[in-house]
């Protein structure tokens, strides 16, 4: 009993650390700026400033930002389990000659900083007329990213093989296989690996800034900085439209947790 609740209580102040931050992010989103700055610190608002939000959301074309911002984020989902899935579905389940050395390749390139192959991306993409659109941000998704093949990867691994090898005596080929019968077996994995990828295009920051020089073309991760001027920051506004930007995802999260967490869980299994 007693080790039950110590635990419990280690999760209670672990989700309280964690809510912090949230919790401030609200609280400044309602808030004036004499209560912004007040000192000593005031964490309650002495009034709550909801004109936050109606200004934020007036102060930028933010609803244009947004659908921007999902346009990339789904296209990127479909990119993603389409290439991801067919990539970890040949080095799972298909036995051919340097299939592991591709893998450890492939897995390598993980440790690649970002920071390393920026500058050569940025000028293949600027030859290829791809600059300032939506392309650099898109079209590696359609190549498959290496730790979500190796997540889906691990997944199809744990399908029992003979599944596989009776399909194959019945005269099923490959693609036949992998569509309707390993696939249907793989909801969660694939479900999961459409949220990360979801959650990892609607927060990028680095890429839009570098790719995206039209202001009509930004998604809302880089449309937030207008309220960061030369000389002053619009806290409140920027406050409340970081919470719009954040709603989404925690909305989302709340109704797929369940099958996300299964899908954790069985992708790392093996």
């Known amino acids: 009993m007693f080790k039950s609740l110590f635990k419990h209580l280690i999760l209670c102040l672990a989700g309280i650390c964690f809510l912090g931050p949230f919790a401030y992010l609200l609280l400044t989103s309602v808030k004036s700026i004499d209560d912004i ?18 200004n934020a959301v007036q102060a930028i074309p933010f609803f244009r930002y947004m659908l921007n911002t999902l346009f990339v984020s789904l296209l990127c989902v479909i990119g993603e389990l389409i290439a991801a899935p067919l990539t970890a579905y040949g080095l799972a389940r298909i036995p051919f000659k340097g299939r592991n050395v591709i893998f450890m390749v492939m897995m390598g390139t993980i440790m690649l900083p970002m920071q390393s192959t920026m500058v050569p991306l940025y000028v293949l993409y600027n030859k290829l007329g791809m600059v300032n659109s939506y392309w650099p941000l898109i079209l590696p998704a359609f190549f498959g990213a ?3 093949i190796f997540l889906l990867r691990q997944f199809f691994m744990g399908i029992p093989q003979e599944i596989s090898e009776s399909a194959r005596i019945d005269g099923a080929s490959e693609f036949r296989i992998f569509s309707q019968m390993i696939i249907p077996l793989s909801y969660p994995a694939l479900f999961t690996v459409g949220l990360l990828v979801f959650l990892s295009s609607w927060k990028d920051y680095q890429l839009p800034l570098i790719y995206l020089n039209d202001p009509d073309l930004w998604t809302l991760s880089v449309g937030l900085k207008a309220f960061i001027g030369e000389y002053n920051v619009e806290w409140g506004m920027l406050m409340a439209a970081a919470a719009l930007f954040t709603f989404p995802i925690i909305i989302l999260y709340f109704f797929v947790q369940k099958v996300f967490i299964q899908g954790i869980t069985m992708t790392g299994s093996k």
């Open 146 to 148: 290496a730790y979500y």
């Open 37 to 54: 700055f007040a000192v000593p610190f005031v964490w309650w608002p002495k009034q709550f400033y909801f004109e936050n939000y109606s």
